[in-house]
């Protein structure tokens, strides 16, 4: 199989749903699939067999392996031409996903949990996840609008270039409109003097925007001619990224953000406005690594 989509499953509605779209991004991308389940019971030295009082088809064994065949059935009836692989392997979440991702072309979770996946995206897991995999993660949650733009988080930074790329490829495999997003205050800092100048007591709202608005189309600038079969919309709004963010979500397929940023979009995933979008988004949120993080 070449390198695949892997999609984490519990056995929760919420994986269910990311096996779902789990499937559909590999089709999209002409790739595999890997269905894998974290089992991390062998670590807690507890009976993995069936009880000696109840059905043979008992025990924790039969059930992760019951859990990956209920979402390889889901992934077929999705997708039924795309290659599926399945595996139960043993380890915390965490752990599991974070190896998995070394080999593949995204990771899919849903965004509530049980099981091998409790608690997701409730505690500090979510931001690690999506801090250090080492391929986009996918989380699937909030209604999807098969119709809408994939909506792109911009920042200007460097790490940012990840999820620019990641927002075109995906858009164009789509055939969706792309959306980039960009947002800024007018506090965000003093508009640049000479050295040795005094700082400007009041700042030039002008010139602010101008400069929002250099950075928005630097952070585009050559995506375009990479992806001609994208059409792009380039938005600039005064305000919190993450109220931008939430809202705009609500008429989009997709979102898009990195793991890192700056400016409008500063501590994205290691703070309120990470928690927020997680939490939040009315779409799938996507989260792009730059190999820079």
Partial sequence: MSVPVVVGVDGSPSSLLAVETAAREARLRGVGLRVVHAFIWPAMHVPLGPSPLGPAEGGLRNLADTTVADAVERARTTEPEVEIESAVVTGEPLSVLEAESRS???????????????????????????????????????????????????????????????????????????????????????????????????????????????????????????????????????????????????????????????????????????QAVLHHAHCPVAVARSGRD
């Fill in 104 to 274: 593949a072309a995204l990771v899919v979770v849903g965004s509530r949990g049980l099981g091998g996946f409790t608690g997701l995206l409730l505690g500090s897991t979510a931001v690690h996840l999506s801090a250090h995999g080492r391929c986009p993660v996918l989380v699937v949650r909030g209604r999807q609008e098969p119709a809408g733009p994939v909506l792109l988080a911009v920042d200007g930074s460097p790490a940012g270039e990840a999820a620019v790329a990641f927002a075109f490829a995906e858009a164009s495999l789509r055939g969706a409109k792309l959306v980039a997003l960009h947002t800024w205050n007018n506090w965000t800092g003093p508009v640049a003097t000479a050295p040795g100048d005094p700082l400007p007591l009041v700042y030039d709202e002008t010139m602010l925007r101008d400069e929002e608005e250099r950075v928005l189309a630097e952070a585009l600038s050559g995506w375009q001619d990479k992806f001609p079969d994208v059409t792009v919309e380039r938005r600039l709004v005064q305000a919190h990224p993450r109220q931008a963010l939430i809202e705009a979500s609500e008429s989009a397929q997709l979102l898009v953000v990195g793991a890192r940023g700056r400016g409008g979009f500063t501590g994205l995933l290691l703070g309120s406005v990470s």
